[in-house]
């Protein structure tokens, strides 16, 4: 089975890497009723709350460019296949020559080191926002803060001292890379992003980590998920982004879009539909 889906944006090589896949529970969107949760499955005709776990991979001007870098081992044996999407790709870790994280979340930032705390990406510089380090790396913000997120802020920890010198701050839209620059979209953590590519008249819109389960949070943006730290925040930035992908007609993709998961969004009642261009 393939793990990558690539398109060119411009004169960009963009590839969508399928690290795993998994289901939620609805448990996990705490503001929803069942039964409401139920009904939008049935209307599709789909039984599971299915996401994925993406990172992107972008070669652009002589340079590589990775996204996230998934979870690792650390959500089981559906995940943790980013080498296989990587050497899919014809991309060695060593070929890297940048790393920007969304977010500090497990999911999006463990691939980047071994389970020792080693760097995974040997030459990269990892570009982070500067409000996403500075929660994470203050342990006197992130420990008395309720499980999980102070497991969760130590893996940011190691994955920050792993990198060393080679870790950039940058600001809400600073350059991640020629072409591509950051975007602020927040809610689910204190500094969470996208990033916007430019090449010549083409672009492509990364949403973050705005939507984790493409079957419900684009019929309904209004549906949150446990993981945004400020749920209330991240469902205007969803809704805010989805109004601006459907008025734009921009292709989007995002963290947990299941494969090929690049997107135009279309307005569909009060809510979206996600259409594969």
């Not at 599709?44 to 998934?70: E, H, P, S, W, Y």
């Not at 950039?168 to 020629?178: H, M, T, V």
Request: some cysteine.
């Amino acid at each position: 089975m393939s793990r990558i889906a690539t398109r060119t944006i411009g004169e960009a090589d963009v590839t969508i890497l399928t690290d795993g896949s998994t289901d939620f529970g609805a448990a996990l969107f705490p503001a929803t009723p069942p039964e409401h949760i139920a009904a939008l499955l049935e209307r599709q005709g789909i039984d599971k709350i299915a996401t994925n776990f993406n990172a992107v991979l972008i070669r652009n001007g002589g340079r590589t460019v990775l996204c996230d870098a998934g979870p690792r081992n650390l959500f089981g044996p559906t995940c943790g296949f980013l080498p296989e999407a990587m050497a899919e790709a014809g991309v060695a870790p060593e070929d890297v020559d940048v790393l920007f994280a969304t977010h500090l979340h497990p999911d999006h930032i463990a691939g980047m080191i071994t389970p020792e705390g080693a760097a995974v990406f040997t030459r990269a510089e990892l570009v982070v926002r500067r409000e996403e380090h500075g929660f994470w790396s203050d342990e006197s913000q992130t420990a008395p803060l309720p499980d999980p997120i102070p497991g969760w802020a130590g893996l940011a920890r190691a994955v920050l001292a792993a990198y060393g010198d080679r870790l950039r701050l940058i600001g809400p839209e600073g350059e991640i890379a020629p072409g591509l620059t950051a975007m602020p979209l927040d809610g689910h953590t204190p500094g969470h992003g996208g990033w916007r590519l430019s090449s010549g008249r083409a672009q492509l819109i990364h949403g973050g980590d705005i939507i984790h389960a493409p079957a419900l949070q684009a019929i309904d943006p209004e549906i949150g998920i446990a993981f945004d730290m400020d749920m209330d925040r991240a469902r205007v930035t969803r809704k805010r982004l989805l109004d601006e992908l459907a008025t734009d007609g921009a292709l989007f993709t995002g963290g947990h879009y299941l494969r090929p998961a690049f997107h135009v969004a279309v307005r569909d009642g009060s809510g979206y539909r996600l259409e594969r261009p």
